[in-house]
């Protein structure tokens, strides 16, 4: 018995007296860092000029049982203008994102070409007189004063593919725009200042570079699509406006958090 006891003590000493091997010693990890996967941008740039196909209508009334029904077709064209916007998103992985984005568009108004003229008589509401003007006379060329501004809210999907700190993506967005006119003819005492919302789609396509781990900066360009807009001028004109697809050049600042 006092040979077992002196042998314990024995493997005792030995143990402690040996050293600690790293391996031997186990390390619980450390939690992963929480992903951030929310983010807010800005992006601002150069929204092109384009043209609006615009058909014009008005009754005057004669006299009587006659009216005279007024119709115009035509083009009217902008300037390049600018665009300004911000959006917050949220990226589900790598390759997908969504994000709710507002915008606003503005540009100068510069003319209205009036194509065709059409005169319609009634009489008590039937037609019995007609004339049709094909216009391509410098008189039919209207000096158009004043600007257009439009918000946009849009909910854009985004697909993207990760290349280390480049990121190209493409996306497309759906809401609304609304669209403020703010417009005057030189050459006659007629302007309008009216407002109409319609739909709008949209496609966007781009490259972010990563600066940090949460700062991002790139460059996109967009297509917008809007419906019809409908307004009205002080002449009681009844203008319906179709915009050809608008498009913009972009830069834009990212922050993740």
Same mark, same amino acid.
């Given at each position: 018995?006092?040979?077992?006891?002196?042998?314990?003590?024995?493997?005792?000493?030995?143990?402690?007296?040996?050293?600690?091997?790293?391996?031997?010693?186990?390390?619980?990890?450390?939690?992963?860092?929480?992903?951030?996967?929310?983010?807010?941008?800005?992006?601002?740039?150069?929204?092109?000029?384009?043209?609006?196909?615009?058909?014009?209508?008005?009754?005057?009334?004669?006299?009587?049982?006659?009216?005279?029904?007024?119709?115009? @077709?035509?083009?009217? #064209?902008?300037?390049?203008?600018? %665009?300004? +916007?911000?959006? $917050? !998103?949220?990226?589900? /992985?790598?390759?997908?994102?969504?994000?709710?984005?507002?915008?606003?568009?503005?540009?100068?108004?510069?003319?209205?070409?009036?194509?065709?003229?059409?005169?319609?008589?009634?009489?008590?509401?039937?037609?019995?007189?007609?004339?049709?003007?094909?216009?391509?006379?410098?008189?039919?060329?209207?000096?158009?004063?004043?600007?257009?501004?439009?918000?946009?809210?849009?909910?854009?999907?985004?697909?993207?593919?990760?290349?280390?700190?480049?990121?190209?993506?493409?996306?497309?967005?759906?809401?609304?725009?609304?669209?403020?006119?703010?417009?005057?003819?030189?050459?006659?005492?007629?302007?309008?200042? @009216?407002?109409?919302? #319609?739909?709008?789609?949209?496609? %966007?396509? +781009?490259?972010? $570079? !990563?600066?940090?781990? /949460?700062?991002?900066?790139?460059?996109?360009?967009?297509?917008?699509?809007?419906?019809?807009?409908?307004?009205?001028?002080?002449?009681?004109?009844?203008?319906?406006?179709?915009?050809?697809?608008?498009?913009?050049?972009?830069?834009?600042?990212?922050?993740?958090?």
């Amino acid at each position: 018995m006092r040979h077992l006891n002196g042998l314990l003590c024995g493997a005792a000493l030995l143990l402690l007296a040996s050293p600690v091997k790293a391996a031997d010693v186990y390390i619980a990890p450390e939690p992963p860092v929480a992903d951030q996967p929310w983010y807010v941008s800005i992006h601002g740039g150069i929204k092109f000029n384009e043209d609006w196909d615009d058909s014009a209508s008005q009754s005057f009334d004669l006299g009587g049982p006659i009216t005279l029904d007024v119709n115009l @077709d035509g083009e009217v #064209s902008t300037d390049d203008g600018a %665009i300004f +916007g911000a959006a $917050v !998103g949220y990226g589900f /992985n790598d390759f997908f994102r969504a994000e709710v984005e507002v915008n606003w568009l503005g540009q100068d108004l510069n003319e209205f070409d009036i194509d065709t003229i059409d005169l319609v008589f009634k009489n008590a509401g039937d037609p019995f007189a007609e004339i049709n003007i094909d216009c391509n006379d410098p008189v039919c060329s209207l000096n158009l004063g004043g600007d257009v501004s439009i918000w946009t809210g849009m909910i854009n999907a985004i697909l993207q593919v990760p290349f280390g700190r480049i990121i190209p993506y493409l996306g497309i967005g759906a809401g609304f725009a609304h669209v403020d006119l703010n417009g005057n003819f030189d050459d006659l005492s007629i302007d309008f200042d @009216d407002t109409d919302t #319609s739909f709008a789609v949209q496609g %966007i396509a +781009g490259i972010d $570079v !990563g600066i940090t781990e /949460n700062i991002g900066i790139g460059v996109r360009g967009r297509i917008l699509h809007i419906g019809d807009v409908e307004v009205e001028d002080s002449f009681g004109f009844h203008h319906d406006l179709d915009p050809d697809m608008f498009t913009t050049a972009e830069a834009v600042l990212t922050v993740g958090f």
